[in-house]
């Protein structure tokens, strides 16, 4: 059971005697499990998750990712050169359409009002918002290019401007070392990526000895139950779930519950998010963060809604639908790497000013960054 919950490989070493997470099939069938507070460092098991495949049917995650650590709180040079390249080749679409597109625009033609037409077309194009667009054209229109203005000097105004807007939002997601547990719920609609984010985002916990309780509340599907225990198995956390159709709110309070007795560091909550019935949808939040509050009425400590970054300017309004209800405090986009219209990230933030917690650019375990609003820019403008 232990080396299940691991992640172990046959061949690897047992965990220590006093490994920090335990795991029991119970009556009733759900998984029972125990956090204890002092944690072996997960790194080891971390990178044994690595090895194993994405769920849900998804691209083997070893083949996606090396086992680099890349922690949301600190990065060696090496972790951040696994990063740069990763980003790099996650934002290719979205950074080719916009750098190919500025380069036959200005290519050998004269500043005039058609080529900031069609440069303002081209930066709508990429979801880069109305707002960033203008103020990007009225940047370059003001600006005494005698000489001409070359493709260079407009990609750097695009990053300069794109940096500028995502600057304020770029704050890491940071956990409240004083909380047993911080708890993190994650929402948004169905396949935006809630489930896998939340297993990056454990692994990258563990990796920093943190001891993690996920609790798979989508009960509305086997399917999204079973990914989040593989997750679990992969990242060395327990894992609280009921059977299909189980209340999400009650097992949100067990889960909670169960964490607070363990003092386990962080307990992050799935969700369902089935878009066709909103109002059941957030009123079934509504409850899971109500009955979380008999318990901890600070909880909870982070609501991140998880947008796919490929469905565009619909994020727009589930930014908006999930705010007003579900009082998010974060976001993370998923999919970067799927869209050549990751500009719709400057949308949101020059929008909604919400944090951004972090970027997914893969499938696999370690796709997945704290938002460096510099490195964003300058890679989709290529600089
Ligand atoms: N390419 C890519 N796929 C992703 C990313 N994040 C999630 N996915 C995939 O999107 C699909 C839906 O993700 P899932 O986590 O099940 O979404 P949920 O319904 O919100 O929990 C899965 O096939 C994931 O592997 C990402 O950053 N990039
Ligand atoms: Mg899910």
């Not at 995650?61 to 951040?80: C, I, M």
Request: proline share 5%; aromatic share 2%; hydrophobic share 40%.
């Amino acid at each position: 059971m232990l080396g299940r919950l691991f992640g172990r490989r046959s061949d690897a070493p047992p965990p220590a005697a006093n490994g920090d997470v335990q795991a029991e099939d119970t009556a009733d069938g759900a998984t029972a499990a125990t956090v204890a507070s002092s944690p072996e460092p997960a790194d080891a098991d971390a990178r044994r998750a690595g090895e194993g495949e994405a769920p849900d049917g998804g691209a083997p995650g070893g083949a996606v990712a090396r086992p680099v650590a890349v922690s949301l709180t600190d990065g060696e040079p090496a972790q951040k050169k696994g990063w740069l390249s990763r980003l790099t080749a996650g934002l290719a679409k979205t950074s080719s359409r916009l750098t190919d597109g500025i380069t036959s625009i200005f290519t050998k033609r004269k500043l005039d009002g058609e080529t900031l037409e069609d440069l303002e077309d081209l930066l709508i194009g990429a979801d880069l918002g109305v707002e960033t667009s203008s103020r990007i054209i009225e940047t370059i229109s003001k600006s005494r290019f005698e000489k001409g203005i070359g493709p260079e000097d407009v990609r750097r105004i695009l990053a300069a401007e794109v940096g500028r807007v995502l600057k304020p939002v770029a704050q890491p997601l940071i956990v409240d070392a004083s909380r047993r547990p911080h708890v993190i719920l994650v929402v948004g609609v169905n396949g935006s990526g809630k489930t896998t984010t939340i297993g990056k985002l454990a692994a990258q916990l563990r990796r920093e000895g943190k001891s993690v309780l996920l609790a798979a509340g989508d009960t509305f599907r086997a399917a999204a139950i079973d990914q989040l225990k593989v997750w679990g198995e992969r990242t060395g956390c327990a894992v609280l779930a009921r059977e299909v159709g189980s209340d999400s709110s009650g097992l949100a309070y067990d889960a909670l519950k169960q964490a607070i007795e363990a003092k386990a560091d962080v307990l992050i909550v799935d969700t369902a998010g089935r878009l066709q019935n909103k109002q059941v949808l957030m009123e079934e939040l509504e409850k899971v963060i109500r009955v979380m509050r008999k318990l901890d009425p600070s909880a909870p400590h982070d609501c991140v809604l998880v947008l796919d970054a490929t469905t565009g300017q619909n994020a727009l309004n589930q930014v908006e639908v999930f705010r007003q209800r579900a009082g998010v405090s974060g976001l993370v986009m998923t999919k970067l790497d799927g869209t050549a219209k990751g500009g719709i990230l400057v949308a949101i933030a020059a929008r909604f000013a919400l944090p951004v917690h972090a970027i997914g650019v893969g499938e696999g375990i370690d796709d997945l960054s704290p938002f460096d609003p510099d490195e964003f820019a300058q890679t989709i403008a290529q600089i």
